[in-house]
């Protein structure tokens, strides 16, 4: 812990101790201030807001911050907002009514929640965003996430090994191409989308500039591929249209997809092998990214079809999300080990970053199912349980 981060967290505990004094939240009961009974986690909600359930991601993560908060003795109001953002504002609006005293939410867009947060923040009720940043808001007190310029990074590496570029060690192989590629991003709404691909893009920008790389469809700006709400659906017809567009009728052959995340990677998969490129990546098959280590990709993994994910443990995360939660219930403020990256237009706001991993076939059982993330019958079932 950096002395800085400890001079910035004894000035946020004294914010909060005094903000814990004027009200009914989270920080005033657990501080004990302003003569109020000192309220016990028991007798805390904490309301938890997640994006959707069509994507495993998020239905894990939703099942582990329940039941860690549980364990911890919370009562836990949880809720999953279908990736429609009217939905997920009158969720939260409803668990502060309900009288939730602590607030972890997963944004659908991380613009579009400032008057729901406002309203929490007048009632003390601490602010815990989960995964993904919340923008343009004061009222955002803790973020827990993973590294994502580094899971950019990831990314773009695992597409470099895939094409042989790089080797398992991320060495150059002395591989000179020429390959081609394509590129596609998160939803533009999504503030992890721009780390993601900045991460990656630097990482594959001096292949491009050396012309080991080449994006025959010229869209090598974010604003050009993105995909909107991370939809499977959109990311398959968009990699139709370049088919189509760039790539059909015997012109260039495409070697590679940088995707962020499975449910695109598979949207991807789909097209080209609707295209007739084979069905795995020794038939002939593009290798693709991936993020999430969602076990339908992890079997195309296993399988030779997709070459790679991110591995990032929503179970970890979880961790963070409710050690920050029994921070805030105690009037104290939660561990961060990054104050600097998150600056949300309002404030940056102190952040505990975890690691991730690359998965390739070759290491799907150390990482996966050796720590219990996936079973090795869910790996070759394709589903979890
Ligand atoms: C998460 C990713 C996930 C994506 C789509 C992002 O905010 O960080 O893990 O793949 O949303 O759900």
């Known amino acids: 812990m950096t002395s800085r981060w400890m001079a910035m967290a004894a000035g946020a505990t004294m914010i909060g101790a005094l903000a814990a004094c004027g009200g009914s939240g989270a920080g005033g009961a657990g501080a004990g201030g302003g ?14 807001a997640m994006p959707t359930e069509t994507s495993e991601r998020w239905i894990a993560d939703g099942a582990a911050v329940e039941s860690q908060l549980e364990e911890a003795g919370f009562e836990v109001d949880l809720q999953f907002a279908n990736d429609d953002i009217p939905t997920q504002q009158q969720q939260i609006d409803q668990m502060i009514t309900k009288g939730a005293d602590i607030l972890i939410v997963a944004s659908i867009d991380g613009t579009a929640l400032a008057n729901q947060l406002k309203a929490a923040a007048n009632q003390d009720i601490p602010i815990i965003a989960y995964d993904r940043l919340i923008n343009g808001t004061e009222n955002v007190d803790h ?14 590496t695992s597409l470099l090994r895939g094409l042989g570029v790089l080797d398992e060690n991320g ?4 591989e000179e191409g020429p390959f081609a590629i394509e590129l596609f991003a998160g ?5 992890n989308t721009a780390f993601f691909w900045q991460g990656a893009i630097d990482t594959l920008q001096p292949y491009l500039d050396s012309g080991v790389l080449e994006v025959a469809s010229g869209q090598t700006e974010m604003d050009q ?4 709400r991370w939809s499977q659906e959109t990311a398959q017809k968009r990699m139709e249209d370049l088919l189509t567009a760039h790539y059909g009728g015997g012109k260039e052959q495409l070697d590679g997809v940088l995707s962020p995340y499975d449910g695109i990677s598979r949207g991807i998969i789909t097209a080209l092998q609707n295209a007739g490129y084979g069905d795995t990546i020794e038939d002939g098959l593009p290798v693709t990214s991936g993020q999430d280590a969602e076990i339908a990709s992890v079997k195309l993994i296993d399988t030779g079809v997709q070459f790679a994910t991110i591995f990032k443990d929503t179970r970890k995360l979880a961790t963070q999300a409710v050690e920050a939660a029994e921070s805030f219930a105690k009037g104290e403020d939660p561990e961060a080990n990054d104050t600097e990256t ?4 309002k404030k940056v706001v102190p952040a505990f970053l975890l690691e991730s991993d690359i998965v390739v076939a070759e290491n799907i059982e150390p990482l996966l199912v050796d720590s219990g993330y996936w079973t090795a019958e869910e790996v070759e079932a394709g589903q979890g349980d």
């Open 35 to 48: 003569g109020e009974e000192p309220q016990s986690i028991e007798d805390m909600t904490v309301g938890v």
């Open 171 to 174: 060495e150059e192989t002395g």
């Open 342 to 345: 998150y600056d949300n237009g």
């Open 187 to 191: 939803s533009p709404d999504d503030n």
């Open 225 to 228: 591929v993105t995909t909107l």
């Open 143 to 156: 973020y827990v996430t993973f590294d994502n310029y580094q899971v950019g990074v990831q990314q773009g």
